[in-house]
């Protein structure tokens, strides 16, 4: 039990990882822990489920141990169910210090959180919007003492994703002190990297876990080659089979939007299985819940958007699916990340459709591993295949009836209007943009007919400029 106690800890901390089943620091921990004791900035790299969270909690109750004041530290994290989970860490490791955190994030009553921050809580963990807000609207608290800024998945908060967190952000760094330990930790750091070094400028200390390959060795990294318009039959057929072969089973599915991910919710219950939703459309107690159901094994499937793929650590989860092929390598190495986790096995399946191609040569060139393709039983999943698309529609059309595209429409509004910009004012950019947008392909397309013309008509002996209208063929003379 000398691992914890060697990096710097004191005997009461070590005894809370004894306690809690971290028998020997990870690399990640033997990296990070001592030069975070010493006073340094860190940036960490490690893979998914490598321990990170403790890489940072341990260091800052120890340091809040010797100085406890309110607010020591601040955490910033882009999900709401992240911050959560980060807030358990603290929770749990900083017990026997009566530990005082506060979680701020968006979808949960504000003047309750004013007040909590008002406390002078040890730890606040938030989302940057929310924090942001407040910071804007309230003096009843301050964060510019903090000792610890830590920014868990620092390279998504940094990112101008489809949540863009830099006006947030700006707040926020321009309310910390310049004197503090700047903590910047993610998976996938490296892109960001210069970024990241402007906000860690205190004897930063970089820490990248060395390997060949980007995910984890556990991992199990599987492909399927399927047409787009079976997609879903070959989805019910994997859940099948596994459901067929393990008692003890849970399994995460990755959708690109909202909507599809309500869809193949509705559609894997009409299918009698277990399955719960998470995504941003969701109302947070509902999004809370789903979480909750699904960890403690009640539902075996979460299916859900990009909002899960981060950080989420849920030990039970076996499969990883994609349902639609991640954009983005760095997209596909959290999602699949939700699984294999601490040492764990695990697998991550992902339908391929044949426009999906490249993306999975992208994929396996980041992560320096090539999938491999996964076997199915063709037969069986031709024999579901026009009830499960019969199902699909069924719930397309139910999903219209309950307005979820006009719900979305208004929660756009909404976010807009949050973010002080004006709806219409936005919309009529937008449909501007489209404008220029459809000229410029009317534009392209003609060029292309005038080349084609061309081209026949060069093959057919024309020359000369371009021909404006098609040259009748050459008759007999
Ligand atoms: N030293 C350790 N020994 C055993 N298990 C550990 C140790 N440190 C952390 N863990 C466990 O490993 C799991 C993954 O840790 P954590 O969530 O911090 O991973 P992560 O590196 O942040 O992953 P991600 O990049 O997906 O966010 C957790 O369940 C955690 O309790």
Not at 28 to 50: F, H, N, W, Y
Not at 123 to 133: E, F, M, Q, S, W
Not at 308 to 315: E, F, K, V, Y
Request: glycine share 6%; charged share 25%.
């Amino acid at each position: 039990m000398g691992g914890f106690a060697e990096l710097g800890l004191s005997s009461w901390l070590v005894e809370q990882c004894r306690q809690l089943g971290l028998k020997e620091p990870t690399p990640v921990q033997l990296g990070c822990i001592p030069a975070i004791l010493e006073g340094r900035d860190c940036l960490g790299c490690a893979k998914t489920g490598s321990g990170k969270t403790a890489a940072f909690v341990l260091p800052i109750l120890q340091k809040l141990s010797e100085d406890p004041y309110g607010i020591f530290c601040l955490v910033l994290t882009p999900t709401r169910e992240l911050a959560y989970q980060i807030a358990e860490q603290f929770r749990v490791l900083g017990k026997p210090l009566g530990l005082k955190d506060c979680i701020i994030v968006g979808g949960m009553d504000m003047v309750t959180q004013a007040l909590e921050l008002s406390r002078k809580p040890h730890v606040v963990i938030a989302t940057p919007g929310r924090l942001a807000d407040h910071l804007r609207s309230s003096n009843t608290f301050h964060i510019k003492k903090i000792r610890f800024l830590v920014m868990d998945e620092a390279d998504r908060l940094l990112e101008q994703g489809c949540t863009d967190f830099t006006a947030d952000l700006e707040t926020i760094l321009a309310a910390v002190p310049a004197h503090r330990q700047t903590l910047l930790f993610s998976a996938t750091l490296t892109d960001t990297l210069r970024e990241l070094q402007g906000l860690a400028t205190n004897q930063p200390f970089f820490w990248e876990a060395q390997a060949p390959v980007r995910t984890v060795e556990q991992l199990d990294q599987r492909y399927l080659l399927v047409p787009e318009k079976v997609k879903d039959a070959y989805l019910v057929h994997l859940v099948q089979s596994f459901q067929d072969e393990h008692e003890d089973w849970s399994i995460i599915i990755f959708t690109n939007t909202c909507k599809t991910c309500q869809i193949l919710c509705m559609m894997l219950r009409k299918f009698n299985f277990p399955t719960v939703a998470l995504h941003s459309m969701m109302k947070q107690k509902e999004r809370f819940a789903a979480l909750a159901k699904f960890k403690s094994s009640i539902y075996r499937i979460l299916i859900a958007t990009d909002v899960a793929s981060r950080g989420l650590d849920i030990p039970t989860v076996q499969v990883v699916i994609n349902h639609n092929t991640p954009g983005l390598p760095k997209i596909y190495i959290h999602r699949v990340g939700r699984t294999a986790r601490a040492g764990r096995q695990g697998q991550a399946i992902t339908l391929v459709t044949q426009y999906d191609i490249h993306l999975v040569h992208a994929i396996e060139e980041q992560i320096k591993k090539q999938l491999e393709e996964l076997p199915v039983e063709e037969a069986s999943v031709l024999q579901i295949l026009t009830q499960v698309n019969v199902v699909r529609r069924e719930c397309e059309i139910k999903l219209e009836a309950a307005h979820f595209d006009e719900k979305k429409e208004i929660n756009k509004r909404k976010q807009l209007i949050l973010e002080g910009k004006d709806p219409d004012l936005e919309a009529k950019r937008k449909a501007e943009l489209a404008k220029i947008k459809q000229r410029n392909r009317r534009f392209k397309e003609k060029v292309g007919q005038a080349l084609k013309r061309r081209q026949v008509a060069s093959r057919a002996g024309y020359g000369g400029p371009l021909p404006r209208t098609p040259k009748p063929a050459p008759g007999p003379a």
